[in-house]
């Protein structure tokens, strides 16, 4: 079974802060994490990063905390790591 299929679960969270439609430093952090870690971000990884660094239009974060709640051995310190890298 492809463990990036289907069978693996939705990429969304069942809750999470609104998003406003602006912009976000998210797609940054996922190319730094694949050209310097050599890492391709999962989908859930760049979801919540996206939505962690959404921004106005003077590229002022909208959102100054963040928690993410993942279950054990699902990357969350892969996530982190691009992350504190950006």
């Known amino acids: 079974m492809d463990c990036l299929g289907p069978a693996a ?3 969304t969270p069942r809750l999470e ?3 406003t439609g602006g912009e976000s430093y998210g797609s940054e952090v996922a190319a730094l994490a694949l050209e310097h870690l ?8 760049v979801h919540a ?3 962690q660094l959404e921004h106005d239009e ?3 974060l909208i959102h100054r ?3 993410v709640s993942v279950a054990r051995q699902n990357g969350k310190t892969v996530a982190l790591t691009a ?4």
């Open 58 to 60: 003077s590229g002022d």
């Open 38 to 45: 050599g890492m391709t971000l999962m989908p859930w990884q």
């Open 17 to 19: 802060t609104p998003l």
């Open 83 to 86: 992350l504190v890298l950006w």
């Open 9 to 11: 679960g939705p990429t």
């Open 65 to 67: 905390r963040s928690l």
């Open 49 to 51: 990063i996206s939505g």
